[in-house]
């Protein structure tokens, strides 16, 4: 299989475990784009080199983990292909920054093994905030949530036509290059040769022009008229006020207080 | 390559997703009139946005590296649908990797726009591509068009991730070290693509009915393209020349030797009140963010067996709320 035709298949099972009756899935999609939106830009707000304190907004992604009953295994399959650019960004801080800092056990460490650990432990908990939203309420719903919330019309559909159309045009294009790896003849090779990948590209074009022309007349047949209309959400509950406020209270209570020291202290004596 | 929540400041994040969202908001103005007029655009939008997300899926060999990139898209989508158009279509991309793919991050996902979107669509094709490629019939003047806008539109996304991340300062890579390992891959990888860009517009006018690229719409050239900038610049960059100095207030105040007799003014029980409640509400005290590195940035974290202690408490009192979230087994 193609690394497009995986990509499709990503996309298919994000939306499957969408489309359960989960808890999660029960909780108002703008409640929940809300809440992950302040999540991680409280996560961003904490200084570069805590790494502790960042450790109670591992809660969010975990609540909706179980809530949502999404398997860990496909989360962190899903990590694994997100972390690697952050990873590498980050790990030459323990050279670049060597600024001996105590640590607990004697002696002194570098300060970028801190800054190192703490864009780990916030690009874990940013990356998962947001495929589990995906996980356990959909683009569709998202969507409509961010179009509530005041994003265009225009772009919001655009999202749901692109989703829409994607695993036709994308199917179309795998097979055109899976078509393309079978004729091929030799070693394999990394990547499609640049002449070789702009006919491949022309030729799905011009059949995906034709497709949006099909497309429009169909729209005009039902009724089309230009014009940008969204379907709602369902009514806002209790349940997604509370859902909201605790998510905006909890991070910016572990902002504040040093929640992991708090306890430690409490426990130790210290 | 796409920049990531984790390496991004709030600031950083805020102000170019403002910039974003502000070209964002005024391309959908601009195209309302448009779709009511040509109501074809919208499926064209739509099934081009899933052709690009599509493309950037199929890797390209870069002769000569052993390496391999993929199409950005940017400057195709400008191209076949305009300049706003093609910046919704390229954010709408980008929306869907980020939430499918964590492919960027949703607080970084402005500053993607910015990068893949509003440097292409609204810089780069009005300024470089239209002027260079003129109406479009000599393959030359396209090829050389789509080349050059392409290379240089893959080379200030990728310098604008390194400045990004140095503006956030959560990794300790140098700017200039960082600059110079992202723009020479990139330089190649534009080429490559600005090749493979104009080889597949050159494909399409050589078809039976050919294509016509969106005009560019009346009053675009660079105008927004400035004001955008002008924005980022005076609110990301320009903030860190604020003066120090005191502002008109106080230094009046200073002047007028009032200093001392502010200080020693009674304070009555409404004032101490309002102190105490602006102390405990303020986010920003005087701008600033709590816990902020001292100008050395070396800073002591307050390492110690209490917060490790603690750190794994928290970590244990996470599982525990995870494990009474969870819903027993039904048994067949």
């Not at chain 1, 022009?209 to 007349?217: G, P, S, T």
């Not at chain 2, 102000?15 to 007029?37: C, M």
């Amino acid at each position: 299989m193609t690394g497009l035709a995986h990509a499709l298949s990503a996309i298919r099972r994000a939306d499957s475990l969408a489309s359960r009756p989960t808890r999660a899935a029960a909780i108002d999609a703008r409640a929940k784009l809300l809440a992950t939106l302040w999540v991680v830009g409280v996560l961003a707000s904490f200084p570069s080199y805590e790494v502790a304190r960042l450790l109670p907004l591992a809660l969010f992604p975990v609540v909706l983990l179980v809530m949502g009953e999404v398997p860990l295994s496909w989360l962190c399959g899903r990590l694994l292909l997100a972390l690697p650019f952050v990873l590498m960004v980050g790990a030459l801080n323990p050279w670049l920054d060597p600024d001996p800092l105590p640590s607990p056990w004697g002696g002194a460490i570098a300060a970028g093994w801190f800054s190192l650990a703490s864009i780990l432990l916030r690009g874990l908990i940013a990356v998962s905030s947001a495929l589990l939203l995906l996980a356990t309420t959909g683009i569709i719903r998202i969507s409509y949530a961010m179009s509530c919330l005041g994003l265009p019309a225009v772009l919001v559909n655009q999202v749901l036509f692109l989703y829409r159309y994607l695993f036709v045009v994308g199917e179309e294009l795998a097979r055109t290059v899976q078509a393309w790896q079978l004729r091929g003849a030799g070693k394999p090779r990394r990547g499609v040769p640049p002449h070789q990948l702009k006919l491949l590209l022309a030729s799905v074009l011009t059949r995906t022009f034709q497709r949006a022309m099909r497309i429009h007349q169909a729209m005009l047949a039902r009724g089309f008229d230009g014009k940008m209309r969204l379907a709602r959400l369902p009514r806002w509950r209790w349940r997604d006020t509370g859902f909201l406020l605790f998510w905006i209270i909890f991070p910016l209570l572990a902002r504040q207080v040093d929640i992991p020291l708090m306890l430690g202290r409490l426990l130790t004596g210290a | 390559m796409h920049m990531a929540d984790a390496l991004l400041s709030p600031e950083v994040g805020a102000s170019f997703l403002a910039a974003s969202l502000t070209a964002l908001v005024i391309g959908a103005r601009r195209l309302q009139a448009s779709l009511q007029e040509d109501s074809q655009l919208v499926a064209l939008m739509g099934v081009l946005g899933a052709f690009v997300f599509a493309a950037q899926m199929i890797n390209f060999s870069i002769p000569g590296t052993g390496s391999s990139g993929h199409l950005g898209g940017g400057m195709l989508l400008a191209i076949l649908l305009g300049p706003w158009a093609g910046l919704i279509v390229i954010a709408s991309v980008l929306l869907v990797q980020a939430l499918f793919f964590a492919d960027g991050g949703l607080l970084a996902w402005g500053a993607n726009v910015f990068n893949l979107g509003v440097i292409s669509c609204l810089i780069l094709y009005p300024l470089v591509y239209c002027t260079l490629a003129g109406d479009g019939n000599s393959r030359a003047r396209v090829t050389l068009a789509a080349v050059l806008a392409c290379t240089l539109s893959t080379i200030l996304g990728a310098a604008g991730i390194a400045l990004e991340t140095a503006a956030s300062g959560i990794t300790r890579l140098p700017l200039p070290e960082f600059l110079a390992l992202m723009i020479p891959i990139h330089l190649v990888i534009g080429l490559v693509e600005g090749l493979v860009t104009a080889g597949v517009l050159t494909a399409l006018a050589q078809r039976p009915g050919g294509f016509s690229g969106r005009p560019l719409q009346a009053g675009g050239r660079g105008i927004i393209a400035s004001f955008i900038l002008a924005a980022l610049l005076t609110g990301g960059v320009l903030s860190w020349l604020a003066s120090e100095h005191p502002d008109g207030l106080e230094w009046s105040v200073e002047r007028l030797r009032a200093t001392s007799l502010l200080e020693e003014a009674p304070v009555g029980t409404l004032h101490r009140q309002s102190a105490q409640v602006q102390q405990l509400t303020s986010v920003l005290p005087d701008y600033e963010l709590p816990n902020a590195l001292p100008s050395n940035g070396v800073v002591v974290p307050g390492v110690s067996i209490a917060g490790i202690v603690g750190s794994v408490v928290t970590l244990a009192l996470v599982a525990l709320v995870a494990l009474m979230l969870r819903r027993p087994r039904r048994n067949n």
